[in-house]
């Protein structure tokens, strides 16, 4: 595991334009681009680069872990992002205007089997990405490191 710490670095944001904009409008509204749905910031380190790369994402609350779903629009691959953490789940998130380390593990099946409803329930088109895949969408709990 990669403990070096992203407090130096600039992180690189996504270069998809979708996400990229996305980031921005997080950023011009304090972490409210999207009024109804709890967006964050993530930080990872690209596996293969070592460089920080940055995207935005919606997520649910369960007590105090940050759920996310790496659904990557029901794609047949994972998300990058996830590919980043599962190698190094050392992480920096940003919420609200809040900017803190947490570590990530991928739910447990016990854990994906009650999450799901929650996470469908809040973004309902997760329920159509897992229909458009074959491949398990993974979802990942983020607790603040400290």
């Known amino acids: 595991m990669t403990t070096t710490t992203a407090a130096t670095e600039t992180a690189t944001d996504s270069p998809n334009p979708w996400v990229a904009d996305h980031i921005r409008r997080f950023e011009e509204t304090a ?4 009024p109804g749905i709890t967006d ?25 872990a940050y759920v996310l779903t790496a659904s990557n ?5 994972h998300p990058a992002w996830y590919l ?18 947490a570590l990530a593990r991928r739910a447990s099946p016990e ?5 799901w409803p929650v996470v469908v329930a809040a973004m309902p088109s997760y329920a159509a990405y897992r ?7 993974p979802l990942v709990l983020l607790t603040p490191a400290n």
């Open 31 to 34: 972490g409210r681009p999207r």
């Open 111 to 115: 854990e994906a089997e009650r999450l």
């Open 73 to 77: 629009a029901g794609a047949d691959r």
């Open 40 to 64: 964050l910031l993530l930080t990872t380190r690209g596996r293969r680069s070592g460089l920080l790369r940055r995207t935005a994402l919606a997520y649910v609350r369960d007590g105090d």
């Open 84 to 101: 980043n953490l599962a190698a190094d789940p050392a992480v920096t998130l940003q919420v609200g205007a809040d900017t803190f380390p």
């Open 131 to 137: 229909e458009a895949t074959d491949r398990e969408i």
